[in-house]
T-cell receptor, first 115, second 110 residues
Framework: DSGVTQTPKHLITATGQRVTLRCSPR?????VYWYQQSLDQGLQFLIH???????AKGNILERFSAQQFPDLHSELNLSSLELGDSALYFC??????????????FGEGSRLTVL | DQQVKQNSPSLSVQEGRISILNCDYT??????FLWYKKYPAEGPTFLIS?????DKNEDGRFTVFLNKSAKHLSLHIVPSQPGDSAVYFC?????????FGTGTRLQVFP
């Protein structure tokens, strides 16, 4: 158990819909990262938050947005969903805000299926 | 543009033998590398890391080798065990995020 909690574990929805994925980081960790893993792809970095502030953005679509709340949990919002958005979405946390030289702790992921 | 590449999508090794997983990168500015292991229905878990000032780091059965001139790193598992069967991701530290390869699925058979 990494200590990172993601909900929901599975989600099936239709094209054009909007969903929210939630992540609770490990106790004490201030950094939250979101990654997307599509079929046969590596983990693609989406966005990084540290203590409520956005620190870095990857190839995140404009239809996607995220935020980190004062209690440090984070939400990833996906809107106007397309079939290609079907993927595993991972959240990871770490204590650091800067260069990653230690491990990131990953949740079990949220599997999104868009029909 | 894939900055971290794992060109072998799968590898099959007999129990007790050595498993060698390879990873190439393109950005010479990367200075820290990590390997993660992922079982089905679980998130990736950290396995071992190496700084660019080193060329080898060992932890039990796992050793990571770094060849900076070739921009290549490898993970050696000796001896391989059935419980090592998983997907292995190589990652490079890029400022405040990790860039991952596409993974290699290792199967260790008896």
């Amino acid at each position: 158990d990494s200590g990172v909690t993601q909900t929901p574990k599975h989600l099936i929805t239709a094209t054009g819909q909007r969903v929210t994925l939630r992540c609770s980081p490990r106790s004490g960790d201030l950094s939250v990262y979101w990654y997307q893993q599509s079929l046969d792809q590596g983990l693609q970095f989406l966005i990084h938050y540290y203590n409520g502030e956005e620190r870095a953005k990857g190839n995140i679509l404009e239809r996607f947005s995220a935020q980190q709340f004062p209690d440090l949990h984070s939400e990833l919002n996906l809107s106007s969903l397309e079939l290609g958005d079907s993927a595993l979405y991972f959240c990871a946390s770490s204590a650091r805000s800067d260069r990653v030289t230690g491990e990131l702790f990953f949740g079990e992921g949220s599997r999104l299926t868009v029909l | 543009d894939q900055q971290v590449k794992q060109n072998s999508p799968s590898l099959s090794v007999q129990e007790g033998r050595i498993s060698i997983l390879n990873c190439d990168y393109t950005n010479s500015m990367f200075d820290y590398f990590l390997w993660y292991k992922k079982y089905p229905a679980e998130g990736p878990t950290f396995l071992i890391s190496i700084s660019s000032i080193k060329d080898k780091n060992e932890d039990g059965r796992f050793t990571v080798f770094l060849n900076k001139s070739a921009k290549h790193l490898s993970l050696h598992i000796v001896p391989s065990q059935p419980g090592d069967s998983a997907v292995y991701f190589c990652a490079a530290s890029d400022t405040d995020k990790l860039i991952f390869g596409t993974g290699t699925r290792l199967q260790v058979f008896p």
